[in-house]
């Protein structure tokens, strides 16, 4: 019984303090981590990893494909980025050098995997700078937005917004 208390306890403190961080997405710090969660076995690491990214991977197919039910064209305009275009070994691979420069530790996930893609399909690196200067501004201010108000006044007011633009 005791040791069932003690999970619970652990599990609550847990889910209180996670409430508490606004965390909507894995960053370069998290993508670090996974090194200590696979306690250093570079097969658990790689299976973390891989599975966070087939994780993002997957849902961006399964959002696609329900927005094409809705509105095929715009669908496509706005999934129209190239993010498979590496193995799952090979993004990995990648986000760990992009990660490996502090100065991209904030950068989420999702967002570096399209940069990798960038680099393997060799963009002009003045456009991968580009995008992730524009990335690093936009999770900056969000992460300001959500420390001035709630999450939910947050999302709701830009859903408010995009409907607005949506009805001119």
Same mark, same amino acid.
């Given at each position: 019984m005791?040791?069932?208390?003690?999970?619970?306890?652990?599990l609550?403190?847990?889910?209180?303090?996670?409430?508490?961080?606004?965390?909507?997405? *894995?960053?370069?710090?998290? *993508?670090?981590?996974?090194?200590?969660?696979?306690?250093? +076995? %570079?097969?658990?690491?790689?299976?973390?990893?891989?599975?966070?990214? +087939?994780?993002?991977?997957?849902?961006?197919?399964?959002?696609?494909?329900?927005? *094409?039910?809705?509105? /095929?064209?715009?669908?496509?305009?706005?999934?129209?980025? #190239?993010?498979?275009y590496?193995? #799952?070994?090979?993004?990995?691979?990648?986000?760990? +050098?992009?990660?490996?420069?502090?100065?991209?530790?904030?950068?989420?996930? %999702? /967002?570096?995997?399209?940069?990798?893609?960038?680099?393997?399909?060799?963009? %002009?690196?003045?456009?991968? $700078?580009?995008?992730?200067?524009? #990335?690093?501004?936009?999770?900056?201010?969000?992460?300001? $937005?959500?420390?001035?108000?709630?999450?939910?006044?947050?999302? $709701? /007011?830009?859903?408010?917004?995009?409907?607005?633009?949506?009805? $001119?």
């Amino acid at each position: 019984m005791k040791k069932y208390s003690l999970i619970f306890i652990c599990l609550s403190f847990s889910f209180l303090f996670s409430q508490q961080e606004n965390r909507l997405f *894995w960053d370069g710090g998290d *993508w670090r981590r996974a090194e200590q969660l696979g306690n250093h +076995n %570079p097969e658990m690491v790689y299976r973390i990893k891989a599975a966070y990214v +087939n994780g993002v991977l997957d849902g961006r197919l399964y959002y696609y494909l329900k927005a *094409w039910e809705a509105q /095929s064209e715009f669908a496509d305009s706005l999934y129209s980025e #190239t993010i498979d275009y590496l193995s #799952t070994r090979e993004l990995v691979r990648s986000l760990d +050098n992009f990660y490996k420069d502090p100065l991209h530790v904030y950068v989420p996930v %999702p /967002s570096a995997m399209l940069v990798a893609n960038m680099y393997a399909e060799q963009i %002009p690196m003045q456009v991968i $700078d580009a995008y992730i200067k524009q #990335t690093k501004f936009w999770i900056n201010k969000l992460i300001l $937005d959500l420390s001035e108000e709630d999450l939910k006044e947050l999302l $709701d /007011s830009k859903v408010e917004k995009h409907l607005d633009k949506e009805k $001119d």
